[in-house]
């Protein structure tokens, strides 16, 4: 019997950026799902269940909290998300664990942490792409990327 061998390939993703407001304020915007369209736009959007608004501090522990289109250019469906949230701390950070249709594994880790004069996020994420490794390294790097200029553009940037 002849059988395919598929290898995992990870791959990892870090962006920081220094915000000109306290750890409060941006937290209110990045931990619902409103703040998260908000950095994911124009190209992307995550649905939620019923388009209903989401806030990740009421969403359950360590279990499959909902599954999410995403919808490239807000409109188009692309990938099928399945939302895990493994730990959520109020005003510091989330660590996600999920998966899709195109990513074998998802971990992303937000931080939020108080600086002079403002906050620091900083944003990992390790993933498994089920295809073209590569490619989907740059997507998700400019994805990412992008999420921190609205942030940096909403908030302001410490020099």
Not at 10 to 25: C, W
Not at 58 to 80: I, K, Q, T, Y
Request: charged share 30%.
């Amino acid at each position: 019997m002849l059988r395919a061998v598929t290898r995992a390939v990870t791959r990892t993703v870090h962006v920081r950026s220094d915000l000109a407001a306290p750890v409060d304020a941006v937290w209110a915007e990045v931990s619902t799902m409103r703040g998260v369209n908000r950095e994911l736009a124009p190209w992307v959007r995550m649905s939620t269940p019923g388009g209903r608004a989401v806030s990740l501090e009421a969403l359950p522990r360590g279990e499959l909290a909902f599954h999410s289109w995403l919808l490239l250019g807000g409109v188009l469906p692309f990938d099928r998300h399945a939302l895990v949230l493994a730990r959520v701390d109020p005003g510091r950070g989330f660590d996600e664990r999920s998966r899709s249709w195109l990513q074998r594994r998802w971990d992303h880790r937000r931080t939020l942490s108080p600086i002079e004069g403002g906050c620091r996020v900083e944003d990992e994420v390790v993933f498994e792409p089920r295809l073209l490794p590569g490619m989907t390294r740059r997507i998700v790097g400019r994805l990412f990327a992008g999420r921190h200029r609205a942030l940096r553009r909403r908030f302001g940037t410490l020099s």
